[in-house]
């Protein structure tokens, strides 16, 4: 079956996770990646988890796996004018370049817009970066921890008084690589409608910025971002999340309480709450939050979650639903039968979960077909058989220490 990207060529020279994902979204539509690694070493990535402690002897390194699938691998010494020579070679031959260097490193290299553009008019360049091309900090270092305290989401997350909170799962660099794929989607568009090329970037504080638009908006426009929220005291107890007997957590989710007031008291066993002058419509309920959120506490808390979950599906036409974990995310009957999560039968390591892909094209759909590459895996086949060079090319490169 035809996938979307088929026929387009990337050249990813990216490290750690911001840069290596936009171009795994790009992989997993059908476009051919070839990652470009420094010649010693690698990606940085490959060995994180090992100097973490983590044993990988008998699984998968998940970090590189995820960042890095359906994707080549060329090993490649960079600061040599051969090796340059063979990313050039490449470019003319590519749609999109990817890369995610502090600003500067790439220039310095040859390795700019402006330098690969000579070699392909058309190039779309895309930069992943932390703050932005333009500015007093454009050139400054960014991890996925520095976007999420730039960006204001560490006090977002969590309850008034809580000290800045960092998300886990490097959020920031998945949402960095999101809006760059977004980008390059949207440049292979322009290029086929008016034949340009152009350059990209995707910073993260402006990926950020947009996934918390909706509270930027509020800040712009009201004065005010909006607020954390004590659950205790949020002024809608009908949309709020509660413990259950067995230590689960269910969540209510009606932004228009009035409508389902009256229901819930009912199924939860309560039914003289739904006249109860504190809580008998929405602005009443909003001045008596903390009483009505502390009943409901006390209520959800007799019974555990399965208990809950049968009554109100069966009583009622209410939103709601579970609080998973990450931990509970693989399970969920929803995740499993969406493909979110799905089987992939990887060449070392054999049956192994994976993340799927999150849109659904019915007619070209994306897919996952290969892992992520061994280091340098394919530097001689891309030289020989896309390249043209020839085996007495590549020993002599290798000699050189040009190629790995």
Known sequence: MLMPLEGIRVVDWTIWQQGPVASVMLGDLGAEVIKIEERVGGDPGR??????????????NFYFEANNRNKKSVALDLKTPAGREIVYQLVAKSDVFVQ???QGVAARLGLDAITLRQHNPKLIYASASGYGPQGPDSGAPSFDYMAQ?????MLAAGEPDMPPLAIAGGIADQMGAIMLAYGVLAALIARDRYGVGQDIDASHLGSMTWLQGLSVAARLMMGVAIPRQARAGASNPLWNHYRCSDGL????????PDRYWADLCRVLGRPELADDPRFRDISARTVNATGCIAILDAIFATQPRAHWITLLTDGGDFIFTIVNSVDDLPNDPQVQANQYVQNFEHPAFGAT????IPVRLSETPGSVRHPAPEFGQHTEEVL???????????ARLKHEHVIA
Do not use: C, H, K
């Not at 060995?47 to 998968?60: F, Q, S």
């Not at 957590?249 to 228009?256: K, T």
């Open 47 to 60: 060995g994180l988890l090992r100097m973490g402690g983590i044993d990988l002897t008998d699984r998968p």
């Open 100 to 102: 995610n260097f502090r």
């Open 149 to 153: 305290a730039r960006s204001g989401i």
């Open 249 to 256: 957590w269910i969540a209510l989710g009606m932004l228009q």
């Open 353 to 356: 979960q994976v993340v799927g």
């Open 384 to 394: 020989t058989d896309l390249l043209g060079y020839s085996w007495e090319d590549v």
